[in-house]
């Protein structure tokens, strides 16, 4: 979205952890750069809940992709028995399951430790903490299904295959290497249909 790359390779670890939504056991991830929390429409239809509230609205991802909200849902967070409460809009197209945004964060006093790998919660006089927990794999191989031939200053949409099948929506990232080779493909939010994603390629 125009933003500069940094130099430096650094690599930061997204945060997950373990929790209670609407009483159910549940992996979040905690997003201080999302300023709401959001819910895939696959998990809310797993778990109890209450009337959806229909809106649509269109919110832009930290990659850009557009992500697409069918309504917002109260949900209870149980953070090791400290219980809050928050409105998340909820999509059909997510790449994780839940993510708790700022506006849980902020309101409910919660404390991202770092250096510990632990989030701490305090409410009322009580104080839980609950640890950092390895996220689910996130790196899975794309292949092309049928080999191209690309000519020079031009566009192609392929099918690719992707392995894993219990997947609905992936973020696409191409190899870097790609550059070298003077090909371009852009990083997206795509939908997985028979385990097909279409890429474009320039």
């Not at 992707?162 to 790609?178: A, C, G, K, S, Y």
């Amino acid at each position: 979205c125009g933003a500069k790359q940094s130099s430096t390779t650094t690599a930061f670890n997204p945060i997950f952890v373990k929790i209670l939504c609407n009483n159910t056991p549940q992996t979040a991830l905690i997003d201080t750069g999302s300023a709401i929390t959001i819910i895939h429409q696959q998990l809310l239809n797993d778990i109890p809940h209450e009337k959806l509230i229909p809106k649509t609205i269109n919110h832009i991802s930290a990659n850009c992709s557009t992500l697409d909200i069918v309504g917002e849902i109260p949900l209870e967070i149980n953070v090791n028995g400290i219980t809050t409460t928050i409105i998340a809009d909820v999509t059909t197209n997510l790449v994780t399951n839940l993510i708790l945004g700022s506006d849980w964060i902020q309101s409910n006093n919660v404390y991202i430790l770092t250096p510990e790998q632990r989030i701490m919660i305090r409410s009322r006089g009580k104080e839980v903490s609950t640890p950092f927990v390895k996220p689910p794999l996130l790196n899975y191989p794309v292949t092309l299904i049928n080999h191209i031939t690309l000519p020079p200053f031009s566009e192609k949409i392929v099918e690719a295959q992707v392995q894993h099948n219990n997947m609905i929506d992936v973020l696409f990232e191409p190899n870097p290497r790609l550059k070298n080779k003077a090909l371009f493909t852009a990083t997206a939010l795509l939908n997985i249909e028979n385990r097909r994603i279409k890429i474009s390629i320039i």
